[in-house]
């Protein structure tokens, strides 16, 4: 398939992102590259439990893992590093033709210091926690402690430099710094030295990032008022994790991110979330502290479908690639995978799906393999072959997608099978000349079965290919084009629709549909790749 002919080779230039006209791309092999990836479990990252993580991964169809590396197992010994179990994961990512984001479990991992080695929790003076209002150490490190700076800066930097002696082939495409960083628990360290800098002025590059004018005696309540704690946790975290990210990056240049434990951006309430990392209301600050850090992302838990589409429109900015490192595996919830992709998406990956853990669904049934698996593979599966067509596309901005958001409850209206133009439609994508009209669900002839999915988990991408051709991938979903634009009024019919699949980057068409296959709309009731060239007479 297509990713031989990308094989990781030495040589190749090294991963970078890349802006054009707002949008974003990750060039891998200088060639535009989507992440189709998952996430491991946070203790899997071992050579005892590596072997059940490239099952699971097999399974689901990856392109890329995310696994941690951990802190405490780097540097056993102050300045003793061990690069035994990075060389293991690089190495057997390439026997599984796998590229690798490594994630930094430093500092913070989820708020916590949990990841230190040893040798620094049996010194917490030194590497000190942060303190609440009432001056009860949390369990969360300090944003101003130098000592756990400058520790983390030199493992860092020898973590990077020895990707950079091992990693000549470009396995490791990218870099969490941290995870989650922030604190829960505590808006910020009221020690007394986080005291006597909160009182201080306002650094001016923060007035410049924030846009504010310098106030009274300048100091974070006098320019920030209500937002002072917030703000002032999230810039020192911020420029913390921005010296280390750049320490980094001055050895060895890819591409490097920082992960965040969202709040709900809809409806935020006081911070009770976890306070520190990049959420939407400090975005500013972050870019301005830590622009080694090459883009912002959400890890997104939200169930609700109208919280999730609002943290991917607020993470994909002009001055932000959308990046989704963690989320829901289950149920319907990967359908946001195209979701994902009509933000531009450089990559998605769930989390937490190498394990043979018992797991229940919603109803308290244990899940079979397939459950699991099922829900991440049957998009992978699909885009895997044609990943980087898909990348290319979206940087050029010629992809849309829809997904369905209710269950099926009625449905009606089962229209007269033959009536081509009041037939049902969720959903429209608008292209040029050219209406998609897409509806959910299964399908006989123009109406909706009586049988259908028990999840809202319809899906579907379109690409203009041209300005009569159109790259289609869905499930659960079917479309009906609609002349428009300076078509308007036209009779026009399919020229052709080829089902197919990519090999080494072109479409090749497995065979040709029409009849029944065609006449009543395009149907997706399993995941399939379509080309569909239309014309008017
Ligand atoms: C994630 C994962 C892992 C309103 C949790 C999510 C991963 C970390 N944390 O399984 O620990 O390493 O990044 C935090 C989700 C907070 C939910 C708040 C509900």
Redesign the pocket.
């Known amino acids: 398939h297509s990713f031989k002919t990308y094989a990781q080779k030495e040589g190749d230039k090294l991963p970078y992102l890349k802006h054009k006209n707002g949008r974003h791309a990750l060039f891998v092999d200088d060639e535009p590259y989507l992440i189709l990836g998952a996430q491991c479990n ?1 203790s899997s990252a071992w050579p005892e439990t590596l072997p059940k993580v490239w099952s699971a991964m097999e399974k689901l169809h990856i392109n890329t893992l995310e696994i941690p590396i951990y802190w405490e197992q780097f540097e056993p010994q102050q300045n003793k590093y061990d690069y035994s179990v990075i060389n293991t994961i690089i190495t057997q990512a390439r026997e599984h033709n796998i590229r690798l984001v490594l994630l930094w479990f430093a500092t913070w ?2 708020g916590s210091n949990h990841y230190m080695p040893q040798w620094m929790k049996q010194q917490p003076d030194k590497y000190f926690n942060m303190v609440d209002k009432n001056g009860n150490t949390i369990d969360s490190p300090s944003p101003h402690a130098q000592a756990t700076l400058h520790a983390d800066i030199k493992a860092f930097s020898a973590f990077m430099e020895h990707l950079k002696a091992f990693d000549k082939q470009q396995t490791v495409i990218m870099v969490q710094v941290q ?2 960083p922030g604190a829960w628990g505590s808006v910020r360290d009221y020690s007394k030295l986080a005291e006597k800098i909160f009182n201080q002025p306002v650094p001016n590059k923060v007035l410049k990032a924030a846009k504010k004018s310098p106030k009274l005696n300048n100091n974070w309540t006098d320019v920030f008022g209500k937002n002072a704690d917030e703000f002032f946790q999230a810039w020192h975290v911020a420029s913390y994790i921005g010296k280390v990210a750049e320490a980094g990056k001055a050895i060895y240049p890819i591409p490097l991110y920082v ?1 965040a ?1 969202i709040r709900n951006p809809i409806n935020p309430g006081p911070p009770y979330y976890q306070v520190g990392g990049p959420n939407d209301n400090v975005f500013e600050l972050w870019k301005a502290a830590a622009p080694a850090v090459d883009l912002l992302a959400p ?1 997104i ?1 939200f169930s609700d479908p109208k919280v999730y589409l609002k943290v991917l429109e607020v993470y994909s900015r002009t001055d932000n690639p959308l990046f989704i490192p ?1 989320t829901f595996w289950h149920d319907d919830y990967t359908k946001f995978f195209y979701s994902a992709l009509h933000h531009g998406a450089i990559g998605y990956a769930p ?2 799906l190498d394990d043979k853990r018992i797991r229940l669904g919603k109803d308290g049934t244990k899940l079979t393999e397939k459950d699991m698996y099922h829900p991440t593979a049957i998009n992978y599966k699909l885009f895997k072959p044609m990943a980087r067509t898909i990348a290319k596309l979206n940087f050029e901005g010629k992809i849309k997608t829809a997904v369905q958001l209710n269950k099926i409850d009625s449905l009606s209206p089962r229209g007269n099978a033959f009536d081509r133009v009041n037939y049902l439609t969720d959903k429209t994508l608008h292209f040029e000349n050219w209406d998609i009209d897409i509806a959910f669900g299964l399908f006989t002839r123009l109406s909706r079965t009586k049988y259908q999915p028990k999840l809202a988990d319809g899906r579907l991408l379109a690409a203009k290919l041209n300005d009569n051709q159109f790259l289609l991938a869905g499930y659960h979903s079917r479309v009906m084009f609609k002349p428009t634009g300076k078509n308007k009024g036209k009779q026009w019919q399919y020229l052709v629709v080829e089902e197919g699949h990519y090999e080494n980057g072109k479409f090749k068409p497995d065979r040709i549909l029409n009849g029944d296959q065609t006449d009543w709309g395009l149907v997706f009731d399993t995941p399939k790749l379509l080309r569909v060239t239309v014309y008017t007479r």
Do not use: H, I, R
């Open positions: 946070n991992k989820n995870n989650e992960n434990a890890d838990y963690e989390f937490g």
